[in-house]
């Protein structure tokens, strides 16, 4: 399976994680007209391939808790949708949650990319805004902030932060009025929620960062920048890696564009990451209690089979300062569901933090007529060529979603600049102008 969508987040001690994340699960559930309670331990069956399980664990030290449900996937015939919700809480001491959304590996026969980029989960950016949640050490909220002059230190300190997996954007205001900005930045970072946050800056704010950052990892007028983990202002090879969306991209795209290069290009930097160990540790133990609650009591071996490695809202005060007396600005009023395929890279083993799929050896176990003669060795040795072959084939298809998406992304990169040409051609035709215009812009993608 392809992973469309992953958000790995700790949570500030002393916070009711699981708790929380049940509630906003179950109004997520009651708005999509599942009645399942998110609350109640238990194997679910709801029709025929659609199953869901719930695992909640208390332990005196530890409360560990998950729920995952496998379903048909609407647009392929026979194809998988898995969502996988993990969180553990501990007492005085920081949780994490993590949630997963995978969708079938293979494109749609009509070769529209739509396979694997998947939606944040609405339930995500509701608990964004209930919990303090990090990355790292930096906070990630449910909608963009300004920055206050009080507060640049500690922005400083989220570009430092080497822990974090995901970005931190930071926007300039050139061009637009700061209502307009909140209202525009809230759009683009819609399918960010659980994977960044984007902090916006006024005219005097601006000028006060691009100083302290220094001119090769500045933000330039009118762009969106994304500051990729551990910014290091002393290493001239460093700007390179925080790439900018820049302003003739942004000036002749509409915000749902933005939107969609933003998402997807984290969906598929963030998710390329895996989870931390304790995660994975913690993911095994869940993978052993969902087998035992099967209710044909099978305990067939657990194969990691090779997956693909990739992916309400409140306003949230800073912790030294507020942003500049502004409030949060507002979600929009629907949600724009897109589906693209970013490229994938495969790794063939469970430590990736992708629950392995239970396979169940042929043989006898409960009606199973097939009798294989072969010994255990002789299975497993065939398991494991079947398994490398299998990552083979992988490769080879994730190298050509690659490739298929740089040529679109050159010929989207290319058509953007004949719209820009002409724009200005226009412009200068309106005004009398006999100047020929110079080279268009060109940015780099997020």
Known sequence: ????????????????????????????????????????????????????????????????????????????????????????????????????????????????????????????????????????????????????????????????????????????????????????????????????????????????????????????????????????????????????????RIRYNPASRVCYLLGMAQRDRTSRIPVPEEARDVDLELVNKEKEMRPDGNHAEVVPLPSVQRNGTSAKTLSSATPNGRHSPAPPAQQTQQRTQPPSQLEGHASNGDSPQPVARAGGHHGTEFQDARSPAELQHENAALREHIQVLSEMLGNYQRCERAILSAVSTLNDEMKTLRNRLREQRANGSAETPGDPETTNTP
């Open 1 to 248: 399976m392809a992973l469309g969508y992953r958000s790995f987040l700790y949570v500030d001690p002393d916070q009711p994680v699981v708790d929380t994340l049940i509630a906003h699960l179950d109004r997520w559930l009651s708005n999509k007209g599942i009645g399942t309670p998110a609350g109640k331990p238990g194997h679910y069956v709801r029709g025929k391939n659609d199953v869901i399980t719930v695992v909640d664990d208390e332990e005196t030290d530890c409360r560990t808790y998950r729920w995952r449900r496998e379903h048909p996937y609407a647009q392929g015939d026979g194809d998988m949708w898995r969502t996988t919700v993990t969180a553990v809480e501990r007492p005085h001491a920081a949780g994490f949650w993590w949630t997963e959304v995978e969708l079938p590996l293979t494109p749609p026969p009509d070769g529209a990319m739509s396979s694997t980029f998947m939606s944040a989960p609405g339930f995500v950016r509701e608990i964004l805004g209930e919990l303090s949640c990090r990355d790292g050490q930096t906070p990630v909220l449910a909608t963009p902030q300004w920055v206050s002059e009080e507060y640049l230190p500690d922005l400083m300190d989220h570009l430092a932060d080497g822990t974090r997996r995901g970005p931190v954007l930071v926007a300039s205001h050139h061009g637009r009025e700061p209502d307009e900005l909140e209202r525009w930045s809230v759009r683009v970072s819609w399918q960010l929620a659980g994977l960044g946050t984007m902090f916006l800056l006024d005219k005097e704010i601006e000028k006060e960062f691009n100083e302290m950052v220094g001119r090769s990892h500045a933000v330039a007028p009118g762009t969106v920048r994304t500051y990729a983990p551990q910014v290091c202002l002393d290493d001239s090879h460093d700007p390179k890696r925080h790439r900018t969306l820049g302003n003739q």
